[in-house]
Structures are given as structure tokens and as C-alpha cells.
């Protein structure tokens, strides 16, 4: 089966430009600042989460924050060079983690040079999307050009870009703002790919559309779960479980075709942590991440508790992209004993599951594996107990996973 060790995974998600206390803005006489071996100290770290894989934000170079792509084969100078991203990956190999960056594909800086020369007017025009004279900017963020992905110098770029970075070691690509590109253009592209590298694991960021026909059309592995990130939150704080159990029921339908990349937190979304209003809640929403079917992934700091806002403002994501020190200090021991108990019942990654006992505030969401194994993760955010079946009964605003 293509990439079967995907469903060995648990990602920790890192922002590298943020981890490592980068400067907002690559000046043109930024020189090389060798801070990606900062990651490094941290990856025992992950391994002792229980995580296996380490999914990287941008790496690129960049503008400003990342997202605003420079130049696809260059390390972005604030984070290192190529040495330091080859030392990096070869500290993940020692300790059997898999690496996942993030393809910028969608759009580009201004100051990647084909754009440049297109706006300019000295270089083809076939890059960049136009609505008549002007560049199609992408959410209305001016130093971010759509790339023209009917043209086929875009497809070759994009295939060229991700044969080099997994010939140096990557072992995926997740994709961004893949909601906002046709998905023929992945099913152009990923094949040709795939040629080189078969084994490769491709996951798009979707926010909003119809994960499953996206999916079938584009020929990506998975898509991001935001419809079940949202269903969590919301759900524990209007303690209105039917939320979720809607969500869930949506999730067992695509977790059936593929695995959806399941996560609380990310560089894009407030802290999980800030986002739980109801703190005794906030263990519900971790045991769900580990105990539903998926990829899971845990965001950088989200398994130390750390509390954070975005802001729909200019550097409203600084908050959630924090610096880390050195090393790690100690935490995390909730994520441990979840991250635990979804390694000894691995089938959980592709169960079954249905739900049971609902009403505002009392679930049983009940998993099956595919040779009989049964758990059930009770979930109560009542003041009173909550009983079910021959269960004991679950105490007020907690939670239980159970045989059966």
C-alpha cells in the first residue's frame, strides 16, 4: 500500500521561523543565521511525546513570515542554510522521525523572481493569475501573488520544487491553501511526482469545501480536519455535544476514503488552550485528537498548556508562533499518556466509530477496530456523573476511555 506509514504517525507541527526567534523581515543584507540546530535539541523531545514525525512550517525563503516565498530552493537565511536543513534531517533519521514540510504553492512573494519579472513587465506574464491588468492577490494580502495554475511553467516549477526537497530527505508535502486551487492541478501534478518518489504523502490544508470530493479530484492522501477542529471547541464551550456528534458523523464518512490530518492547534488558530473557555474541558478535547481516526498532529507548545490569541490584526500571529528556549523543560504528561494509549491500540488510526448516550452534555463515542477491538471515550461536562452502560460512572466535567 502507497505511504502506509502514515497511519504510524503523530506529527508535532513546529513554525521554524517563530520557534527559533527569527527577525519578522529578511532585510537584503540579512546574513545567515544558523538556527535551525535550535529544532534539533528539541526532537528527543518529540520522541518522547510518543510522536514520530516532524512537520515543518515554512522553511523557505521568504519576505517576511514565510508565506510569502522568495526562492523554493533556498533555506531561508534566517533559519540556515542547506547544511543545517541536511543536519537536521539527518538527526530526524537517527531517531526514526519522518520529515513533512509546507509547499507554499498557492501563491507567491512579490519578490520571487518570476512574479517580479511579470509585473515588471520584462518577464512572461504566464505566472502570475491576472484579472485584466492587475495580479490576483491572494486574501487580499498585496505581497502575495497568485501563481497561475493553468500554466505549465507553475506545474513544472511545483514538481520540480517537490522531487528536490524529498531528494534531500523530506518524506511529504502538506499544501497550502489548497482550498483556493483547482484540484486538477494536483491531480496533474502529484502523479508526476510520484513517479520519482511513490512512497511520498501529500496533504492539503482545507478550510472550507467538500473534503471528499477534493480529495477523489485532486488525488491527495488527506486534507486538514478544520471542520472537526471547529466542532471540538465550539462544542465544549456551549456544552452542545450534537455539534460534535454532526461532526463526527461527517468524519467517520471521510475517515472511510482517507485519513484526515486531525489537530487543536496550529500557527493559523488560537491556542487550544485559549481557545477551551472552560479549562476542566480542555483534556476532552486532547483525548478526542488521540482517540479519533486520523493523522494526528500536535502543534508546538499546545502539550505544555501554552495560552495564546490570534489577533485580526498586523502581527496577530506572533502570539501563537512563540520562540522556545534551548531545550524543553519538563510537561506534556497528558499528551504522553494519550499519545500512549492511541500506540497501544494502533487500529485506532482507521477505526470505526458511532456515537452513543448523547445529550447536551454526555457522549460515548464508541471505536471499532477491524478484528473486533472496541473503545469507548466517554465524555462528560455535566455537574453531575455521567453513567453508561456497565461503565462506572464517568465524575462531572471529566472524561474516561474504556474496554468495550
Given at each position: ?12 507541527h513546529?513554525y521554524?521561523?517563530?520557534f527559533v ?7 537584503p ?12 535539541q528539541?526532537?528527543?523531545h ?11 512550517g515554512?522553511?523557505f ?14 533555506i ?7 547544511a ?14 519522518r ?12 519578490e ?20 485584466g ?34 531528494e ?32 511520498a ?14 480529495v ?7 486534507v ?21 456528534a ?17 489537530f ?23 483525548a ?7 493523522v ?24 501563537i508562533?512563540p520562540?522556545m ?20 491500540h ?26 473486533g ?18 461503565h ?13
Open positions: 500500500m502507497r505511504n502506509d506509514w502514515v497511519g504510524h504517525v503523530i506529527w508535532w513546529v521554524p521561523l517563530g526567534g527569527a527577525e519578522p523581515e529578511a532585510g543584507s540579512t546574513g545567515v543565521s544558523h538556527r535551525l540546530g535550535h529544532l534539533e528539541w526532537l528527543d518529540l520522541i518522547g511525546l510518543g510522536c514520530n514525525g516532524l512537520a515543518l515554512p522553511v525563503a521568504s519576505g517576511t513570515h514565510g508565506y510569502d516565498t522568495v526562492d523554493y530552493r533556498r531561508d537565511p534566517r533559519l540556515g542554510d542547506d543545517d536543513f541536511t543536519a537536521l534531517v539527518t538527526a530526524c533519521r537517527r531517531r526514526g522521525i520529515v513533512l514540510l509546507d509547499g507554499v504553492f498557492n501563491h507567491a512573494g512579490r520571487f523572481a518570476p512574479v517580479r519579472a511579470a509585473l515588471d513587465g520584462t518577464g512572461p506574464r504566464e505566472w502570475v493569475r491576472w484579472s491588468e492587475y495580479p490576483y492577490l491572494f486574501e487580499g494580502h498585496d505581497r502575495l501573488i497568485t501563481l497561475d495554475h493553468s500554466s505549465a511553467v507553475v506545474r513544472d516549477l511545483v514538481v520540480e520544487v517537490m522531487c528536490h526537497w524529498l534531500r530527505g523530506a518524506d511529504g508535502w502538506r499544501l497550502d491553501a489548497a482550498y483556493a486551487i483547482d484540484p486538477e492541478f494536483w491531480a496533474a501534478v502529484l502523479p508526476r511526482v510520484r513517479e520519482r518518489f511513490p512512497d504523502w501529500f496533504v492539503g490544508e482545507m478550510i472550507h469545501g467538500d473534503y471528499g470530493d477534493y477523489k479530484r485532486s488525488g491527495l492522501d488527506a486538514t480536519q478544520y471542520e472537526l477542529w471547529k466542532a471540538i471547541w465550539s462544542s465544549l464551550n456551549d456544552r452542545n455535544l450534537f455539534e460534535l454532526w461532526a463526527l458523523d461527517r468524519h467517520r464518512a471521510w475517515a472511510a476514503d482517507f485519513l484526515p490530518l486531525t487543536l492547534g496550529n500557527h493559523d488558530v488560537t491556542r487550544i488552550a485559549s481557545q477551551v473557555t472552560d479549562s476542566r474541558h480542555l483534556g476532552h478535547a486532547v478526542l485528537l488521540f482517540f479519533l481516526p486520523g494526528p498532529s500536535v502543534y508546538y507548545g499546545d502539550e505544555f498548556g501554552l495560552r495564546a490569541v490570534k489577533e485580526d490584526r498586523p502581527g496577530g500571529d506572533d502570539a508562533r520562540p528556549p534551548p531545550t524543553p523543560g519538563d510537561g506534556g504528561d497528558d499528551y504522553r499518556r494519550l499519545i500512549g494509549i492511541r500506540r497501544r494502533p487500529w485506532l488510526t482507521g477505526a470505526r466509530i458511532g456515537t452513543d448516550g448523547l445529550t447536551n452534555e454526555t457522549l460515548a463515542v464508541v471505536a471499532e477496530g477491524p478484528a477491538e472496541r473503545l469507548s471515550l466517554l465524555l462528560n461536562l455535566a455537574d453531575k456523573p455521567f453513567a453508561h452502560g456497565p462506572d460512572p464517568v465524575a462531572p466535567h471529566s472524561w474516561a476511555i474504556v474496554e468495550g
